[in-house]
């Protein structure tokens, strides 16, 4: 399968605990975005990198958010002390290029903060 | 500041019938639009999008019509099918950066 992946595909954490999230893009994929989903709501723009740069992140990204692209392959969000409106899906999604261009979407990471 | 809005959350269509999903936007800055189809526990997939500078794109079934002095985007899907069942969502590009709507959850009806 050479679609991108995301793991866990569920997490349940409880509040003030740190929580880390994977994604491995499609392999040529040098864009990589992260975006957050709540229930009624569209996917929310968090951050994107092209390759190992961080070029963007929304104000949403509180500084308790991290993401990293080490090496410009697979990319890691960082949650620490966690709160209950954390609760979210999260979701990746990669493209080529250094503009727009079709992105391809991971299955997400169901985050449940008790 | 919801950029983009689907002001319809459900939709319900005859199998055979023409679905329309409409969204609005306030951005004029937008260089492209698109719709994404999600089915429940997949992430969103991409289905058909539209440059700024055009005001209709067909693919197959489904074709986008943009109208730029009413910030208007839609999507028609003729005829629907069953398998057209899911939650759509527009979506723009601009900057570097893709806003979303909220998503219309689209039923067809056998």
């Known amino acids: 399968d050479t679609g991108v992946s995301q793991d866990p595909r569920h997490k349940i954490t409880k509040r003030g605990q740190n929580v880390t999230f994977r994604c491995d893009p499609i392999s040529e994929h040098n864009r990589l975005y992260w975006y957050r989903q709540t229930l009624g709501q569209g996917p929310e723009f968090l951050t994107y990198f092209q390759n190992e740069a961080q070029l963007e992140k929304s104000r949403l990204l509180s500084d308790r958010f991290s993401a990293e692209r080490p090496k410009g392959s697979f990319s890691t969000l960082e949650i620490q002390r966690t709160e209950q409106g954390d609760s979210a899906m999260y979701l990746c999604?990669?493209?080529?290029?250094?503009?727009?261009?079709?992105?391809?979407f991971g299955p997400g990471t169901r985050l449940t903060v008790l | 500041d919801q950029q983009v809005k689907q002001n319809s959350p459900s939709l319900s269509v005859q199998e055979g019938r023409i679905s329309i999903l409409n969204c609005d936007y306030t951005?004029?800055?937008?260089?492209?639009f698109l719709w994404y189809k999600k089915y429940p526990a997949e992430g969103p997939t991409f289905l058909i999008s539209?440059?700024?500078?055009?005001d209709k794109n067909e693919d197959g079934r489904f074709t986008v019509f943009l109208n730029k002095s009413a910030k208007h985007l839609s999507l028609h899907i003729v005829p629907s099918q069953p398998g057209d069942s899911a939650v759509y969502f527009c979506?723009?590009?601009?900057?570097?950066?893709?806003?979303f709507g909220t998503g219309t959850s689209l039923t067809v009806i056998p």
């Open positions: 539209i440059s700024s500078i055009k």
């Open positions: 999604a990669s493209s080529v290029g250094i503009s727009y261009n079709e992105q391809f």
């Open positions: 979506a723009f590009f601009t900057g570097n950066q893709f806003y």
């Open positions: 951005n004029s800055m937008f260089d492209y």
